[in-house]
């Protein structure tokens, strides 16, 4: 690791992490100039908005329960605004691919026959900042058609014909994520601010001369004030680049509790550049254990693996969200389907692919216009869903559901859900969450975990519930009252079955678990103090506060 007096700075932007090969490409003066700008002119608004999620979060712990918005009232009301139509490429989203912007993975994804491959540069790619640049070199390379592969086994990887490749959605990092290898002014930038600016400098205008567009999707919102803040960031950017207004489209995901109470206004404030929403239900399970981990039974869930679509809460907020999209003309865009094929167990891919099918089956049928696979081969599981919905049409805007009446009680009622809490659950959860922190020190944030490929959301999910089973003195199907000392215990029997290897990092990922698990302040994501502790280049890392301001939950 370099020290800060191998940092290097101009106008007032300081890298400080080893330089990486080719970097240069991306980091160049006048894109680092350009990202500056869009910091300079959003940083405080950001720390405002990150300051009012801790608020309303402690609002929500003292018993306030979200509903939706007086103040905004006339914005649902009005019956004639509309976003913008579709852009150039996504019209027909039937079905998209999602994965982290590494070489393999970018050229599996682009061959994959999907509509759309969701570029992810945020929960299933560790930030580390070699990660950061290469897959925007990896982007850039795509787009010009450069980016063959060889693999060590000797397997070569080339993109096919232009014409067969599906459109680029980039997701950025989300609000609360810094960048501390890029300080402007001396504090560390947004980490979603670095990933759009650069992908946007770089690429708009080539993207524009293939007759598609800038594309984004929009992680982690959980209001309308912070879906604004990124209207203005596009706003900005098209501007600096001269660009028409309008040319950038971003896709929303819906997954915080609180975002699914404002899911038109979130539409309104991006209307100019909105496509759509997203179900995000993995991370939307987590942000539910978040905001209500410590008000009682009536929010705590089961088992991780018995909380599915077909709880009331979750067809609550799946059937308002496509209401909500097709009212205003935007796509309505189903969860993933995490599962991974495995081909030397036939049986077990059979089972596996009718969960999809039936998975994706509900989705079209309840009017979404696509949905996510994480997997090639069940591109045309999902694609043979929609086709048998949608036929010739591209999409299913059409669709108005207006038989669902919008509930805000609804999307709280987590006390239907139906299951239990079993030991099994208990060690799963641990077992799952070790392993994928694991993975994520080692650079990799898709984990592929007993056929399922996760990312950083089902860790969440496992180390929250543990959080609040614990706190709530839960109880098992068995009678057995969950305390802290039993989860250690547990602990302790899992990690001695995890099978070591050389140069693994599971002593480092039972800290981090421990920490965000076991501890009586919870973190709000599990990747701020792993990034702090385990990613960021710091000169002397006993110099950097152990809690951020964002760390910990209010």
Not at 259 to 277: C, K, N, P, T, V
Not at 326 to 332: D, F, L, T, V
Not at 417 to 440: A, D, F, L, P
């Amino acid at each position: 690791m370099n020290s800060f007096t191998d940092n290097f700075t101009i106008n007032g932007i300081t890298l400080t992490a080893q330089p990486i090969c080719r970097q240069g490409e991306v980091l160049t003066p006048d894109a680092l100039a350009f990202v500056a700008k869009l910091h300079r002119a959003t940083a405080e608004r950001r720390q405002e908005l990150l300051q009012a999620r801790r608020t309303r979060r402690a609002e929500i712990a003292k018993g306030q329960d979200p509903r939706f918005l007086r103040e905004t009232e006339s914005v649902r009301n009005d019956p004639n605004w509309r976003v913008a139509p579709p852009a150039p490429g996504l019209e027909d989203r039937r079905v998209e691919i999602t994965g982290p912007v590494d070489k393999k993975m970018t050229i599996n994804a682009l061959n994959s026959g999907a509509k759309v491959w969701l570029a992810d540069m945020e929960d299933s790619s560790t930030p580390s900042w070699r990660n950061v640049i290469q897959g925007q070199l990896n982007l850039t390379d795509a787009l010009e058609r450069r980016i063959d592969f060889t693999s060590p086994e000797g397997k070569d990887y080339k993109l096919r014909p232009a014409g067969e490749l599906p459109t680029i959605v980039v997701r950025p990092r989300g609000w609360h994520l810094p960048e501390k290898h890029m300080l402007i002014d001396g504090e560390p930038i947004a980490g979603g601010i670095v990933d759009f600016g650069l992908y946007f400098f770089h690429n708009a205008r080539r993207l524009l001369a293939q007759g598609k567009g800038p594309y984004f999707y929009l992680p982690k919102i959980e209001n309308h004030l912070e879906a604004r803040l990124w209207n203005d960031i596009f706003i900005l950017a098209q501007d600096l680049l001269g660009i028409p207004q309008g040319t950038i489209r971003a896709t929303v995901l819906i997954e915080t509790i609180t975002a699914s109470f404002e899911m038109e206004e979130i539409l309104y404030e991006l209307r100019d550049h909105a496509a759509g929403l997203n179900a995000g239900r993995w991370d939307y399970i987590f942000s539910m254990i978040k905001n209500f981990r410590t008000r009682g039974p009536r929010f705590v869930l089961p088992d991780r693996v018995q909380v599915t679509m077909t709880a009331p809460f979750m067809r609550a907020y799946t059937e308002q969200l496509v209401r909500a999209c097709h009212k205003r003309g935007a796509m309505a865009i189903g969860g993933m389907a995490a599962a991974v094929p495995n081909r030397k167990d036939e049986e077990a891919n059979a089972i596996a692919f009718e969960k999809v099918r039936a998975d994706k089956t509900r989705e079209a049928g309840d009017g979404f216009d696509g949905s996510w696979v994480a997997h090639p081969d069940l591109v045309p599981v999902c694609r043979e869903v929609f086709d048998g919905v949608l036929g010739d049409r591209p999409n299913q805007l059409d669709r108005l559901r207006e038989d669902v009446t919008p509930d805000d009680r609804a999307l709280l009622d987590i006390a239907s859900t139906k299951g239990t809490i079993t030991e099994q659950g208990i060690r799963n959860n641990i077992e799952v969450g070790i392993r994928y922190i694991e993975s994520w020190l080692r650079g990799n944030g898709a984990v592929a975990i007993h056929n399922l490929m996760e990312d950083a959301a089902t860790a969440e999910i496992s180390r929250s519930q543990l959080w609040q089973w614990i706190f709530s003195r839960a109880i098992t199907d068995q009678g057995e009252i969950i305390t802290r000392h039993w989860v250690e215990e547990l602990l302790d029997e899992e990690f001695a079955r995890l099978e070591r290897f050389e140069g693994d990092r599971f002593a480092d990922a039972r800290d981090i678990f421990e920490e965000v698990t076991l501890a009586d302040a919870f973190p709000t994501f599990l990747t701020l103090p792993a990034y702090s502790r385990f990613l960021h280049e710091a000169r002397d890392r006993t110099e950097e506060p152990v809690e951020d301001a964002e760390l910990v939950a209010a």
